[in-house]
Protein backbone atom coordinates (compact mmCIF):
# COMPACT_ATOMS: atom_id res chain seq x y z
CA UNK A 1 0.00 0.00 0.00
CA UNK A 2 2.64 2.17 0.83
CA UNK A 3 4.92 1.42 -2.58
CA UNK A 4 1.59 2.69 -3.90
CA UNK A 5 0.57 5.75 -2.45
CA UNK A 6 4.37 6.68 -2.53
CA UNK A 7 3.76 6.33 -6.67
CA UNK A 8 1.16 8.58 -6.90
CA UNK A 9 2.49 11.39 -4.65
CA UNK A 10 6.17 11.31 -7.08
CA UNK A 11 3.06 11.07 -10.48
CA UNK A 12 1.60 14.20 -9.19
CA UNK A 13 4.39 15.99 -8.27
CA UNK A 14 5.89 15.48 -12.06
CA UNK A 15 2.41 16.09 -13.93
CA UNK A 16 2.88 19.49 -11.71
CA UNK A 17 6.21 20.54 -11.90
CA UNK A 18 5.69 19.80 -16.22
CA UNK A 19 2.65 22.02 -15.90
CA UNK A 20 4.60 24.75 -15.00
CA UNK A 21 4.84 27.68 -17.23
CA UNK A 22 7.16 30.47 -17.78
CA UNK A 23 5.92 34.07 -16.13
CA UNK A 24 4.72 36.72 -17.91
CA UNK A 25 6.26 39.83 -18.62
CA UNK A 26 6.84 41.94 -15.70
CA UNK A 27 7.11 45.75 -16.36
CA UNK A 28 7.66 48.93 -14.39
CA UNK A 29 4.76 50.60 -12.63
CA UNK A 30 3.80 54.45 -14.97
CA UNK A 31 4.20 56.99 -12.26
CA UNK A 32 1.39 58.04 -10.66
CA UNK A 33 2.09 61.97 -12.15
CA UNK A 34 1.89 60.50 -15.91
CA UNK A 35 -0.42 62.26 -18.42
CA UNK A 36 -0.67 58.71 -19.57
CA UNK A 37 -3.54 58.07 -16.66
CA UNK A 38 -6.21 60.73 -17.99
CA UNK A 39 -5.29 59.72 -21.71
CA UNK A 40 -6.29 56.18 -20.29
CA UNK A 41 -9.39 57.32 -18.48
CA UNK A 42 -10.78 59.52 -21.36
CA UNK A 43 -10.33 56.38 -23.52
CA UNK A 44 -12.56 54.31 -21.13
CA UNK A 45 -15.29 57.41 -20.99
CA UNK A 46 -15.56 57.70 -24.33
CA UNK A 47 -16.43 53.85 -24.53
CA UNK A 48 -12.92 52.64 -26.17
CA UNK A 49 -11.92 50.36 -23.18
CA UNK A 50 -14.03 48.20 -21.10
CA UNK A 51 -12.33 46.16 -18.66
CA UNK A 52 -10.52 48.59 -16.32
CA UNK A 53 -10.23 47.78 -12.86
CA UNK A 54 -11.54 50.66 -10.47
CA UNK A 55 -9.60 52.21 -7.98
CA UNK A 56 -5.88 50.10 -8.00
CA UNK A 57 -3.18 52.54 -9.43
CA UNK A 58 -0.66 52.38 -10.21
CA UNK A 59 -0.70 50.44 -13.49
CA UNK A 60 1.82 48.46 -14.91
CA UNK A 61 2.87 49.62 -18.50
CA UNK A 62 1.89 46.41 -19.64
CA UNK A 63 -1.95 46.99 -18.39
CA UNK A 64 -1.38 50.20 -20.42
CA UNK A 65 -0.27 48.02 -23.33
CA UNK A 66 -3.30 45.86 -23.02
CA UNK A 67 -6.06 48.81 -23.10
CA UNK A 68 -4.33 50.47 -25.93
CA UNK A 69 -5.14 47.11 -28.15
CA UNK A 70 -8.42 46.93 -27.08
CA UNK A 71 -8.89 50.64 -27.68
CA UNK A 72 -7.51 49.79 -31.28
CA UNK A 73 -9.76 46.74 -31.77
CA UNK A 74 -12.35 49.34 -30.84
CA UNK A 75 -11.59 52.46 -33.06
CA UNK A 76 -12.05 49.52 -36.41
CA UNK A 77 -15.80 49.92 -35.33
CA UNK A 78 -15.90 53.36 -33.60
CA UNK A 79 -14.00 56.45 -35.25
CA UNK A 80 -11.91 58.24 -32.85
CA UNK A 81 -11.84 61.72 -32.24
CA UNK A 82 -9.17 63.55 -33.32
CA UNK A 83 -7.58 64.95 -29.97
CA UNK A 84 -7.80 60.67 -28.73
CA UNK A 85 -6.61 59.29 -31.44
CA UNK A 86 -3.63 61.80 -30.31
CA UNK A 87 -3.46 60.55 -26.67
CA UNK A 88 -3.64 57.22 -28.41
CA UNK A 89 -1.21 57.53 -30.57
CA UNK A 90 1.31 58.86 -28.67
CA UNK A 91 0.94 55.79 -25.73
CA UNK A 92 1.00 53.43 -28.73
CA UNK A 93 4.64 54.93 -29.56
CA UNK A 94 5.80 54.73 -26.20
CA UNK A 95 4.16 51.54 -25.16
CA UNK A 96 5.70 49.97 -29.02
CA UNK A 97 7.89 46.91 -26.51
CA UNK A 98 4.83 46.13 -24.66
CA UNK A 99 2.26 45.85 -27.30
CA UNK A 100 4.91 43.79 -29.19
CA UNK A 101 5.35 41.57 -26.13
CA UNK A 102 1.48 40.89 -26.31
CA UNK A 103 1.41 40.15 -30.04
CA UNK A 104 4.19 37.79 -29.29
CA UNK A 105 5.93 39.40 -32.04
CA UNK A 106 9.06 40.79 -29.68
CA UNK A 107 10.57 37.80 -27.79
CA UNK A 108 13.59 40.01 -26.65
CA UNK A 109 12.66 41.31 -23.13
CA UNK A 110 15.83 42.80 -22.02
CA UNK A 111 15.59 46.11 -23.39
CA UNK A 112 12.02 46.46 -21.23
CA UNK A 113 13.65 48.35 -18.35
CA UNK A 114 14.70 52.29 -18.85
CA UNK A 115 15.84 55.07 -17.19
CA UNK A 116 12.88 57.28 -16.48
CA UNK A 117 14.61 59.28 -13.79
CA UNK A 118 17.64 60.89 -12.58
CA UNK A 119 18.27 63.04 -9.44
CA UNK A 120 21.73 64.42 -7.47
CA UNK A 121 21.90 65.84 -4.36
CA UNK A 122 24.45 67.78 -2.95
CA UNK A 123 25.81 68.74 0.73
CA UNK A 124 28.06 71.05 2.09
CA UNK A 125 29.44 71.69 5.11
CA UNK A 126 31.62 74.96 6.27
CA UNK A 127 34.43 73.55 8.34
CA UNK A 128 36.05 76.61 8.98
CA UNK A 129 37.00 76.65 12.45
CA UNK A 130 36.49 80.52 12.86
CA UNK A 131 32.89 80.05 11.81
CA UNK A 132 32.23 78.04 14.80
CA UNK A 133 32.51 79.90 18.53
CA UNK A 134 34.23 76.48 20.42
CA UNK A 135 36.82 77.72 22.26
CA UNK A 136 39.03 75.07 22.03
CA UNK A 137 38.65 74.47 17.91
CA UNK A 138 36.72 72.13 16.25
CA UNK A 139 37.62 68.35 17.91
CA UNK A 140 36.40 66.00 15.91
CA UNK A 141 37.07 62.64 13.81
Known sequence: MNKFLMAGIVATMAAATSMAT??????????????????????????????????????????????IMEAQQKAQ???????????????RADLAEEIAYLQGTNTDYGSNIKLRAVEARLAYGDMRQNSYRYRKGINAS
Open 77 to 91: TKPMPGYLKTYYEEM
Open 22 to 67: ASPLVTANVPLDSRYYSYIDKLEGMGYIKDMPTGTRPYSRLDMAKW
